[in-house]
């Protein structure tokens, strides 16, 4: 095929656009070439794909503006779109475009569904072929290499990346049971942490760099998402929240860890390398929104499970 596609992600966080980026790279080896993604700034699209040779370029999805969003789409003179979303309002933007194609998810279909699976079927129904649902973040080697230089990252130490964020705070286990955690692991295995965590998270970061294991520890509090990359990619292990420095390090082939405290495992179901822990009593079938169960996850299991990971 010699054509142009254009995919729009609705979806506003930075691990949703970790887990539909298989859905992309299907579509680029479908037509053959690099296609263009439209995503929210949110997403952090740009940093993730920076270096994806299945997308040719990023552009910004407005909240608002319809008709500015038309004309950034206009100018590319797409042959075909494929919406992951059933929103009336971007069914018309493509539509008014000018692009011949569109393909997207039937209009107001999407409430309660699993929304990993539900862009997985829509892509292999749309291209008629099975497709590998392990997203996978691409990048550049030379800059893991640096990292592992800079950072001292190697072998002689078990590096492991701590998601003590989240988008939510009924959706962060305490951050005492990380210190904690961390204070245990390190008693067994000589570990150097990168703690995960943006600058709205100052306050969680302050405790760890206050504890004992200080000089263990390296903050991400003040880079970008695309300076993290490269060091995630060269640690070994994720431990923590489910979270958007989850999905990264999973994406970039970490044995993962997460803890659900108050949102869907689907989040976690998506690969392989991740292993799930949710609050006593629930199960992963049950747990999901309003679960609250932060206070619930057990220390007990989650350092057995650490421990299992990282050994």
Not at 11 to 39: C, E, Y
Not at 149 to 157: E, P, Q, R, V
């Amino acid at each position: 095929m010699n054509q142009t596609a254009l995919v729009i992600i609705k979806s506003m966080g930075i691990g949703d656009m970790v887990i539909l980026t298989a859905n992309i790279h299907a579509i680029s080896k479908f037509i053959g070439k690099p296609i263009v993604v439209m995503a929210q700034k949110s997403t952090r699209a740009g940093e993730l794909l920076k270096y994806d040779p299945h997308v040719a370029k990023v552009i910004s999805l407005d909240k608002n503006g319809f008709f500015n969003i038309i004309n950034k789409i206009k100018h590319h003179q797409f042959d075909q779109s494929y919406v992951y979303s059933d929103s009336l309002r971007l069914n018309l933007i493509t539509k008014l475009s000018g692009i011949k194609n569109n393909f997207q998810y039937k209009l107001f279909s999407k409430k309660g569904k699993n929304f990993f699976m539900a862009a997985k079927k829509f892509t292999e129904k749309t291209l008629d072929m099975q497709i590998d649902h392990e997203s996978k973040i691409i990048w550049n080697m030379d800059e893991i290499e640096k990292a592992k230089n800079k950072f001292d990252i190697s072998n002689k130490t078990i590096n492991i990346v701590c998601g003590i964020s989240a988008s939510g705070l009924t959706k962060r286990w305490d951050i005492k049971n990380y210190i904690k955690l961390f204070e245990s692991i390190n008693k067994k295995f000589p570990c150097k942490f990168f703690i995960a965590a943006g600058p709205k998270d100052e306050d969680l970061v302050n405790e760890i760099m206050n504890s004992s294991f200080k000089k263990n520890c390296i903050s991400f509090l003040k880079m970008s998402i695309a300076e993290t990359i490269p060091i995630i990619k060269a640690c070994h292990n994720y431990i923590g929240n489910d979270t958007g420095w989850g999905q990264i390090s999973a994406a970039l082939n970490l044995k993962s860890l997460f803890l659900f405290c108050d949102s869907p495992t689907i989040y976690g179901l998506w690969r392989k390398n991740i292993s799930i822990i949710v609050p006593v009593g629930e199960t992963i079938e049950s747990c999901g929104h309003n679960t609250r169960g932060k206070d619930k996850i057990s220390f007990e299991e989650v350092l057995n499970k650490s421990l299992k990971l990282i050994s």
